[in-house]
């Protein structure tokens, strides 16, 4: 038959989802100049009448995975409380709280069919970022909460295999992400632990997992488990806009070796790295691109500044109006915290981040008291008026919630554009850019490598032909962190092992 148009009018609509009956249709929507996790309605239509009910959403909710079960009732994640939790809507239009915790069950829908929460026969199964790192937590038929003992510490799906088992897309400090089938069992287990009582961040305690069966193991990359540097979540002061005190978080990673020490006395430089988005977060999980570092002797700070996701909805509030502000404050608070602690080299001091991140890396050197000596951009935005024209829809009324309404906020655009501070630039930095790159074009790194040439900065630039946003091709990423590698051991003076056999880029007005 032809197709029957359901729902239009929206900027977006996601999450259809037909009811049991096959007589009403639950779907998310939202429109410019909000965010998924800004502002999102959650509606059920009836598909015989026409008629709209609106579940949940609005002003200052985001609304996540609509499911219906089987009784007619729709589960749904909400942030109204301040964190996304899951909350149950009946057709009489009552909705209430089923799982209330201080951790988010949801994340940012940068893409879609997130799945994070799943109903078995035991209970509900949930994953939850607390305190910098996921865990699955169980929530009984009875209501009771408890966290399963698993060894994961970053999880993006969970979807149900059964009645009995959930399937994980999950990772660990120590793996990258596999697919795992975890059962869970009907009865509480003596050692089980109150929800939020374990001892150390993704490590709990029984609760009802009766086996763990690998369906696609992570890669066996080869390093030495003794050689895996571990993330430490920390907490930090750092201060907004207005210079009122606020906290900050991030993972730190010491360096690691199973070969090699550092000089006896000698302080590691610290890398600064930047997650993009920018409302992400970092995860606590097996990253070769980190261990490249860490096991070359760089400590490194992986930041999640004021608008990243994990912590709720108001830190996450904390970038509204204030993007490169905010982050670029909690990335310097993070290196002096380090150094001023005495785990970290403050002379070494270098910040790298892409897209967003790359824009925070700019903004971090575009500063009179930067503390860092030099940084690494990869497709980031030097010019925020050029992208509020350029980006693709879906993010095109990004920078309303960010900055500032365009143009009527053309100012504040403006000022925060590092293009238009190069002469505050004083420190070497290297740019990584793709020329297909459809989301930050590569003008955007030309016109900022291009103004530091003229000011005689130093400066080295790498355009990775065919490469979109990401690089996606084994060769180019390796070309990228080597080459990063080489400008900073020509920026901090030290010497490339000739065994790796690394190509040196050219670092321009370098003496």
Not at 333 to 355: E, N
Not at 402 to 415: F, N, S
Not at 472 to 480: F, G
Request: one cysteine or more.
């Amino acid at each position: 038959a032809p197709p029957e148009v359901l729902v239009s009018g929206p900027d977006f609509v996601v999450a259809p989802r037909l009811d049991p009956a096959g007589s009403s249709l639950a779907y998310v929507s939202w429109d410019h100049p909000a965010m998924p996790w800004d502002d999102t309605v959650l509606r059920v239509r009836d598909l015989v009448t026409g008629a709209d009910t609106v579940v949940a959403g609005g002003p200052g909710e985001s609304v996540l995975e609509p499911r219906w079960q089987a009784d007619g009732t729709l589960l749904f994640l909400s942030d109204r409380a301040g964190w996304w939790n899951l909350y149950r809507w009946t057709p009489d239009g009552a909705v209430a709280p089923v799982i209330e915790v201080a951790a988010e069950i949801g994340v940012p829908a940068w893409q879609l069919g997130s799945a994070r929460y799943a109903v078995l026969d035991a209970g509900i199964v949930f994953a939850r970022w607390r305190e910098g790192c996921d865990g699955l937590g169980l929530r009984r038929p009875d209501g009771t909460l408890v966290d399963l003992d698993l060894p994961f510490t970053a999880i993006s799906a969970v979807v149900r295999a059964d009645a009995h088992a959930v399937v994980l897309v999950a990772g660990s400090p120590t793996a990258e992400f596999g697919v795992h089938r975890v059962e869970i069992g009907g009865a509480p287990e003596a050692d089980e632990v109150e929800f939020g009582a374990e001892a150390a961040p993704g490590v709990a305690g029984g609760g009802g997992v009766t086996r763990v069966e690998t369906l696609r193991p992570p890669r066996e990359i080869g390093l030495d488990p003794a050689g895996i540097a571990v993330p430490e979540p920390i907490s930090f002061p750092s201060v907004d806009g207005d210079g009122a005190p606020r906290t900050a978080h991030a993972l730190f990673y010491a360096p690691a070796s199973a070969r090699y020490r550092g000089p006896d006395g000698e302080l590691p430089p610290l890398l600064v790295m930047i997650h993009g988005g920018p409302t992400a977060h970092a995860l606590p999980v097996l990253s070769p691109a980190t261990q490249y570092w860490t096991s070359r002797g760089f400590a490194v700070v992986d930041v999640n500044y004021g608008g990243s996701t994990g912590y709720g909805r108001a830190y996450r509030e904390q970038l509204r109006g204030a993007w490169g502000v905010v982050d670029v404050a909690d990335c310097i608070a993070a290196a002096r915290g380090l150094a001023d602690q005495g785990r970290v080299d403050p002379r070494r001091l270098a910040i790298r981040g892409g897209s967003a991140g790359g824009y925070t890396t700019l903004a971090a050197l575009a500063r009179e008291d930067t503390p860092f000596a030099a940084g690494a951009d990869h497709y980031g935005v030097a010019d925020l008026e050029a992208l509020a024209a350029e980006t693709h829809k879906f993010e095109s009324r990004y920078l309303d919630g960010l900055i500032g309404e365009y143009p009527a906020r053309r100012d504040i655009y403006l000022d925060r554009s590092p293009i238009r501070h190069v002469d505050r630039f004083r420190r070497p930095l290297i740019v990584l850019q793709g020329s297909e790159d459809a989301v930050v074009p590569p003008n955007q790194s030309e016109m900022i490598v291009q103004a530091l040439r003229d000011r005689r900065v130093p400066v080295a630039y790498l355009l990775f032909e065919g490469e979109q946003h990401g690089f996606r091709r084994a060769e180019n990423i390796r070309r990228a962190l080597d080459a990063e590698l080489s400008f900073y051991g020509q920026v901090f003076g030290f010497a490339l092992p000739a065994e790796e056999g690394i190509e040196p880029v050219t670092v321009e007005n370098l003496t």
